[in-house]
């Protein structure tokens, strides 16, 4: 019996059909990497000023004789190229040599629920960061793993640095840091690098999890994010709940290790429980002051007093939804508040650069920041103090030694 022809030709019309979709298929899975993170990080973090905010001369030149440390900021969370200047985002590195920046955290963000707010969000509610770490087609191994997310930003950090080490150095102890001034002040530009992660779900609920954070870099440990998790509750979750047995656990390992505690993001009762623990000096990495910015994301003025009084410090974040006031003048304004509430030797900055915020300004343009804090009456001593002077002093008092 003779053979159809048209029945030998359906295996390769298939095949082709099959071969052009995994074609498309590639494409647009090109595309979204190339051009998806660009897009999300353009509409999740503008910066708001219309125009370039006056500085002058003499702001500009203090701004340059002075040591400037930042305690938080999310660029590891988008996949960009930090060597070259950016027009997405808040940060690069050309971007913080601009702007005199000496120390700058970057903190490693791997969930974040559906329809975040401040006020309540679930543990169990859908994930915003699944999709972003797949469509910027991150390891495999990281799509579904909070932990492999964590480590695949410290690689990228640690990379970024092994291959300019003239221009970024990984701080893993305070002897690094202590170093990387006394180079910066003989005239070297090299940026320093802490990694922090924000939120410990990471861990997955294991204690030994902590030893290989630290071994990856890990350097600061914010406890809890946007919802409660295994440590304890969110001051955005929906138990208000302190801490757990797991995160007592934690706590006590940190304070043993010199490793320092972030409380961003900490319910109350988890900030009153981790400052009664022996030995820990916890900071908060980026908030405003309540008494200036009465929102949900701001906590209690009297919890910020007791971070103080046990040695910690408070960064003071860069957006309106903590300062009430998208402005250079605005931030300021609550610094000046936050020294009052604390002391000058308590403040530094918490910018949340690239933390799905929009900002007066990037980090070529802190000098904007300088000029408003000399405006508010501040002193250069003051000035120093929290644009770097504390951050520096705090760490080299609470990171591990050699």
Excluded at 9 to 31: D, N, S, W
Excluded at 89 to 115: C, E, I, M, W, Y
Aim: glycine letters at 10%.
């Amino acid at each position: 019996m003779a053979r159809d022809p048209f029945r030998r030709q359906q295996p390769r019309r298939l095949r082709r059909i099959l071969l052009g979709l995994a074609a498309v298929t590639l494409l647009a899975l090109a595309a979204v990497a190339a051009f998806g993170p660009r897009i999300v990080a353009d509409r999740l973090n503008p910066v708001t000023a219309r125009a370039e905010w006056p500085v002058s001369d003499a702001a500009l030149a203090l701004h340059r004789r002075l040591v400037i440390g930042d305690l938080h900021a999310d660029p590891l969370l988008w996949a960009r190229d930090l060597s070259v200047e950016r027009p997405e985002g808040h940060v690069d590195l050309p971007r913080l040599d601009r702007g005199n920046v000496a120390v700058q955290v970057f903190s490693a963000v791997t969930k974040s629920p559906r329809g975040q707010n401040y006020g309540e969000n679930a543990t169990d509610a859908p994930d915003n960061i699944t999709p972003l770490v797949i469509g910027q087609l991150r390891p495999v191994q990281s799509w579904f793993s909070l932990k492999e997310r964590a480590l695949d930003q410290s690689r990228r950090l640690t990379r970024l640095a092994d291959t300019h080490p003239d221009r970024l150095r990984l701080i893993r102890s305070a002897d690094d840091l202590t170093a990387l001034l006394a180079e910066r002040a003989a005239g070297s530009r090299v940026i320093g690098a802490i990694l922090a992660m924000e939120g410990a779900h990471p861990l997955e609920g294991s204690l030994a999890n902590l030893a290989v954070m630290e071994g990856a870099g890990y350097r600061v440990f914010g406890l809890t994010h946007f919802f409660d998790n295994e440590l304890g509750g969110s001051l955005h979750g929906q138990s208000q709940r302190g801490l757990t047995d797991f995160g007592r656990e934690v706590v006590a390992e940190l304070v043993a290790r010199r490793l320092v505690i972030d409380l961003a993001h900490a319910s109350p009762q988890v900030v009153r429980e981790v400052l009664a623990v022996p030995g820990a000096k916890p900071m908060l990495s980026h908030t405003g002051v309540h008494g200036v910015c009465n929102t949900p994301r701001n906590i209690d003025d009297a919890l910020l007093r007791q971070i103080a009084a046990k040695g910690g410090i408070v960064g003071i974040g860069f957006w309106a939804d903590v300062t009430c006031n998208d402005s250079p003048a605005g931030i300021a304004a609550t610094i000046v508040a936050a020294i009052e509430l604390l002391g000058e030797d308590h403040v530094a900055l918490g910018s949340d650069w690239d933390g799905s915020v929009g900002v007066p300004f990037d980090a070529a343009h802190l000098p904007a920041l300088t000029q408003s804090l000399l405006d508010a009456g501040l002193t250069e001593g003051q000035i120093a103090k929290v644009m770097g002077g504390n951050m520096m002093r705090y760490l080299r008092e609470t990171l591990p030694r050699g």
